[in-house]
C-alpha cells in the first residue's frame, strides 16, 4: 500500500489543535505559522482548518465514503521525500491526515515540483469507484488512477507537456482542473499559468484530445482555475496575481457554454481579496464545494501573517458563501472563525445516491 499510517498527531479537532501546533515539527509548521496557528487555537478560531504549511487546496465530496477529502500543495511532516498528502473530515470540522496518495518515488517521468492537483471521482458500469489525480510536476501536468480516495494511485505518465502551450503565449504548464460537465456528459481538462487552455478527456479519462485544445484565457487571469455548472450557467474562477503577493485574489466570469467565451462578473468580478485590518493576506487559489442541503463553502489558502516578502508560506482555510438572486456569486467574506457547526456529511453523500 502506498499510504503513511496516521498518528494522532495529524488529527486537527477543536480540543486538540492548540496542542498539535506547538508540538509539530518545523517542516510541519515554520516561522511565524507557529505563531498564527496557536493564536488562532487560543481564540478559538477554525482557519487553518489543520495545522499545516499547505496552499492550492483541491476538494473531492465522495459519494463512496460520504467524507470531503482536501488534496493540498504540501509534505508530510519530516517528510524526506515529496509528493501529495490528504486530509479527510465527515463534518467539515474535525481533520485527519491520511497520509500520502502519491509519492516522488511512484513518479518516474519526472521529479520535483509537485503542485495543485485536482480529482475526479467517476463510478463505473461495473459499480466500482475510480479515482482520476490529475497533477503537476516539474511544471507539466501527470494523472494517476486510483480506486479510493486515500490512494494508493497508479501513476499513468504525462498527460500535457510544454509542447502544448499555445503559441506566442508565456507561462508554465501548471495547476489541472477537471470538470465533469452534467449537460454534454463530456470531461474537460483546464490548464495554465498566464495563460488557460482547455481539452476534452477521452474515454479512459487519461489522455486528451489534442484536436479539441483550445486557449480560453480570460482577462486578469493567472493561475489556479476552477469551473462549474449552476442554472445553465457555466462559471470560471481564477486567481489573480503572483501566490506570493498579498493581493491574490479570486475573480469570477461565467458563459453559456464550457469552453467559453466567458465574460467576467460585472458587478463584483473579484469574490474572495485580502483583508488586511484583520491580517488576512492574499486569499486564492481555492475549491468550492456545493452540498445537496443548499449550503456552498469556498476552501482556500492564503498567506502566512505576518508576510515575510515573497514568502510562499501559506495555510488551508475554509468559509461559506452565497449567490445573489441574479446567480452571481456575492463577495466572499474570508475569515479567521471558519466553520464552527460541523455538518452531517455522509448523511448527505447517501441523499446521492
Known amino acids: 500500500m502506498n499510504r503513511f499510517e496516521p498518528t ?3 488529527k486537527s479537532t477543536r480540543r486538540n489543535f492548540l496542542k498539535v501546533a506547538l508540538c509539530a515539527s518545523t517542516s510541519f509548521l515554520i516561522g511565524d505559522s507557529i505563531t498564527s496557528a496557536a493564536y488562532s487555537a487560543e481564540k478559538n478560531f477554525h482557519n487553518p482548518i489543520f495545522p499545516a504549511i499547505a496552499a492550492d487546496p483541491e476538494v473531492l465530496f465522495s459519494q463512496k465514503t460520504g467524507r470531503v477529502y482536501i488534496y493540498p500543495t504540501g509534505n508530510l511532516p519530516g517528510a524526506k521525500e515529496p ?3 490528504v ?6 470540522v474535525d481533520w485527519q491526515c491520511e497520509g500520502y496518495v502519491l509519492r516522488k518515488s511512484d513518479i518516474h517521468w519526472e521529479n520535483c515540483k509537485f503542485w495543485a492537483p485536482s480529482i475526479l471521482e467517476r463510478k463505473g458500469d461495473d459499480g466500482v469507484y475510480r479515482y482520476y489525480f490529475y497533477y503537476c510536476a516539474n511544471e507539466k501536468i501527470g494523472v494517476a488512477v486510483g480506486e479510493d480516495p486515500v490512494g494508493p494511485f497508479v501513476d499513468v505518465g504525462e498527460i500535457i507537456g510544454h509542447d502544448l502551450r499555445p503559441q506566442g503565449r508565456g507561462g508554465v504548464e501548471i495547476d489541472p482542473f477537471v470538470f465533469a460537465d452534467p449537460v454534454s456528459g463530456k470531461t474537460y481538462l483546464y490548464w495554465g499559468n498566464s495563460y488557460l487552455c482547455v481539452a476534452e478527456l477521452d474515454a479512459s479519462l487519461t489522455a486528451i484530445k489534442k484536436e479539441t485544445i483550445r486557449d480560453i484565457t480570460p482577462e486578469n487571469f493567472f493561475e489556479g482555475t476552477y469551473v462549474f ?6 462559471y470560471l474562477t481564477w486567481s489573480k496575481n503572483p501566490t506570493w503577493d498579498p493581493n491574490y485574489e479570486v475573480w469570477c466570469a461565467t458563459s453559456n457554454s464550457p469552453l467559453g467565451p466567458f465574460t467576467r462578473q460585472e ?4 469574490i474572495l481579496s485580502k483583508r488586511p485590518e484583520k491580517n488576512i493576506l492574499g486569499p486564492g487559489h481555492h475549491s468550492f464545494l456545493f452540498l445537496p442541503n443548499g449550503e456552498n463553502y469556498i476552501f482556500y489558502h492564503r498567506l502566512v501573517v505576518p508576510h515575510k516578502d515573497q514568502s510562499y508560506s501559506r495555510q488551508v482555510c475554509l468559509d461559506r458563501f452565497e449567490f445573489a438572486t441574479d446567480g452571481s ?5 474570508p475569515t479567521h472563525e471558519g466553520i464552527s457547526k460541523p455538518v452531517d456529511l455522509k448523511s448527505l453523500a447517501s441523499s446521492l445516491q
Do not use: A, C, H
Not at 455548472?229 to 457555466?234: A, E, H, K, L
Not at 458587478?267 to 473579484?270: A, E, L, M, R, S
Not at 456569486?329 to 467574506?333: A, K, N, S
Open 267 to 270: 458587478k463584483t468580478p473579484v
Open 83 to 85: 509528493g501529495f498528502t
Open 329 to 333: 456569486i456575492m463577495p466572499i467574506e
Open 87 to 92: 486530509w479527510s473530515s465527515d463534518n467539515l
Open 8 to 10: 494522532n498527531l495529524y
Open 229 to 234: 455548472y449552476r442554472n445553465g450557467q457555466y
